[in-house]
């Protein structure tokens, strides 16, 4: 076995075990960790100094629920945009939701999750809300196994999109205290990317200023 396919192999054991620690939670208590997560996100200088930003439409369970995040986001002065994958080619964009209507109006997708139809497409975003499923103390992610928002932020960067915010530029995950694990627990493959921030419900994890 490569390196590689042991890693794959380490990841999926891992993804397999803190899903089915997430399929006991009850709806209530992901409630209330989202509850004080969008708190810590509406604060955060960070998003308070940010024009446009980009967040997941979160699954009917099992993650941070971000309905009401994404509501906040869209009634202030910022530009939101949200993730749209690309089934046939295997790869994902943003685009922007120009309201609360238009939210609304977004049909399901891929795992029930609402997507927006093809319209601009997001050339400069600041801030990135990331799901996942699991996060670790070093900052590494754990997805679900499709790399698409590795592909996405690597083409992103790769193609100078990627503008500064105050010289700063943040991909933040989103954690409930479950999928929160110690530094190194998460197996990282050349292709992964660390994120800047991972926010759970009692705790910022970052290595940099926010």
């Excluded at 700063?168 to 929160?180: C, P």
Aim: glycine fraction near 6%.
């Amino acid at each position: 076995m490569t390196t590689l396919q042991a890693i794959k192999a380490q990841k999926k054991a891992l993804r397999k075990a803190i899903s089915t620690t997430l399929s006991l939670l009850p709806q209530s208590e992901i409630d209330e960790q989202s509850r004080s997560i969008t708190a810590r996100v509406l604060s955060l200088p960070a998003f308070l100094q940010c024009k446009t930003i980009s967040c997941y439409l979160s699954m009917p369970s099992g993650e941070v629920a971000t309905p009401h995040l994404v509501s906040e986001i869209i009634s202030q002065d910022k530009t939101f945009f949200a993730p749209k994958i690309h089934s046939k080619d295997g790869y994902m964009d943003f685009f922007e939701i120009f309201g609360a209507d238009d939210l609304a109006s977004l049909p399901s997708g891929t795992w029930g999750i609402k997507e927006p139809a093809l319209n601009s497409d997001s050339e400069l975003l600041d801030v990135i809300l990331l799901p996942g499923v699991a996060f670790d103390r070093s900052l590494s992610r754990l997805g679900h196994g499709k790399g698409y928002y590795d592909r996405f932020i690597t083409s992103y960067t790769s193609n100078g999109r990627r503008r500064p915010l105050l010289s700063r530029w943040y991909q933040v995950g989103l954690a409930l205290r479950e999928q929160v694990l110690n530094s190194g627990e998460i197996p990282m493959a050349e292709h992964d990317w660390r994120l800047d921030m991972v926010i759970a419900p009692d705790e910022i994890l970052t290595n940099r200023e926010v």
